[in-house]
């Protein structure tokens, strides 16, 4: 059974900085995709980053491109989002997903996914 624990989330000042973190257990880290998707209250979800496990391709949202980095620690089973230059718009709920190396569908599809963590709250206040 595959899990997903995010953490790292909080409340932060505009301009401010958090790291998220992925936890993944149950699956080979080494293929697939893992990916950052989040909702913000009253809207629906949305692609943020994810990275391929196998190569490190990136890809971002362009409403985050040059605030975000997603990368991994493959032997810690571990995906992280460095979030830069927040901005009110960027609370939400964010979520980690994995996807596995055969899955359809481009990276920033949510249909992709397969499991998901329980997400981890984002508030940045102006």
């Known amino acids: 059974q595959v899990q997903l624990v995010e953490s790292g989330g909080g409340l932060v000042q505009a301009g401010g900085s958090l790291r998220l973190s992925c936890a993944a257990s149950g699956r080979t880290f080494s293929s697939g995709t893992m990916g950052w998707f989040r909702q913000a209250p009253g809207k629906e979800r949305e692609f943020v980053a994810a990275?391929?496990?196998?190569?490190?391709?990136?890809y971002y949202a362009d409403s985050v491109k040059g605030r975000f980095t997603i990368s991994r620690d493959n032997a810690k089973n571990t995906v992280y989002l460095q979030m830069n230059s927040l901005k009110p718009a960027d609370t939400a709920v964010y979520y980690c997903?994995?996807?596995?190396?055969?899955?359809?569908?481009?990276?920033?599809?949510?249909?992709?996914?397969?499991?998901w963590g329980q997400g981890t709250q984002v508030t940045v206040s102006s």
């Open positions: 997903a994995t996807a596995p190396s055969l899955a359809l569908g481009p990276p920033a599809s949510a249909t992709r996914y397969n499991y």
């Open positions: 990275i391929r496990l196998n190569g490190g391709n990136t």
